[in-house]
């Protein structure tokens, strides 16, 4: 099974801030990998799948890069709806596929 | 757009088996999606129960495989999961969800999760 790494656990940045958030696989999940962004009491939402693809209507301040091992999701200016819990997902190796534990990201 | 409903008893008792079903709507659960259970403990991080395609073939999270079962009702438009022996440990959010088909090689697998159910929270107590 492969383990999903996120860092920080826990993001503090002021609105309009940039934000950079890490995900790193135990092997190899090539392209594979997808972010979600959950808010309390809501379920996930997709944000980004093939490591760097937007998902439907996801705003352009949301970029996701890497391959391989290493992964970073970017928020380019943090907007108030934006501060929540994120999730990456690979899928490469299945199954299962495995989720990272999630970075929240709150305000400073 | 897809969209999804869990149903199912909220309070399970241990040993006992955990049943929930998960209506779709707006889209046929015969056409390309595959259909997936995940589940998250208060407070904690998200884990992939397993999957179905809507001819029958099912994926299972190692980890959990003797206990889950996951059955899909074409005619109801609906699939359901099934885990037996529950504990405290099961105690969870349980959302459906429907993964894009990926194809790799020769065949495909479900990829990541385009849209989710609202989520049921099951309390597993006596």
């Known amino acids: 099974e492969i383990v999903m790494t996120q860092s920080p656990a826990t993001l503090s940045v002021s609105p309009g801030e940039r934000a950079t958030l890490s995900c790193r696989a135990s092997q190899s999940v090539s392209s594979n990998l997808a972010w979600y962004q959950q808010k309390p009491g809501q379920a996930p939402r997709l944000l980004i799948y093939?490591?760097?693809t937007r998902a439907t209507g996801i705003p352009a301040r949301f970029s996701g890069s890497g391959s391989g091992t290493e992964f970073t999701l970017t928020i380019s200016s943090l907007q108030s709806e934006d501060f929540a819990v994120y999730y990456c997902q690979q899928y490469n190796n299945w199954p299962p596929t495995t989720f990272g534990q999630g970075t929240k990201v709150e305000i400073k | 757009q897809v969209q999804l409903q869990e149903s199912g008893p909220g309070l399970v008792k241990p040993s006992e088996t955990l049943s929930l079903t998960c209506a779709v709507s707006g889209y046929s659960i015969s056409s390309g999606y595959y259909w997936g259970w995940i589940r998250q403990p208060p407070g904690k991080g998200l884990e992939w129960i397993g999957s179905i395609y809507h001819s029958g073939s099912t994926y299972y999270n190692p980890s959990l495989k003797s206990r889950v079962t996951i059955s899909v009702d074409t005619s109801k438009n609906q699939f359901s999961l099934k885990l037996s022996s529950v504990t405290a440990a099961d105690t969870a959010v349980y959302y459906c969800a429907s993964e894009v088909k990926y194809y790799y090689g020769s065949g495909s697998y479900p990829a990541w999760i385009d849209y989710w159910g609202q989520g049921t929270l099951v309390t597993v107590s006596s």
């Open positions: 093939g490591a760097s």
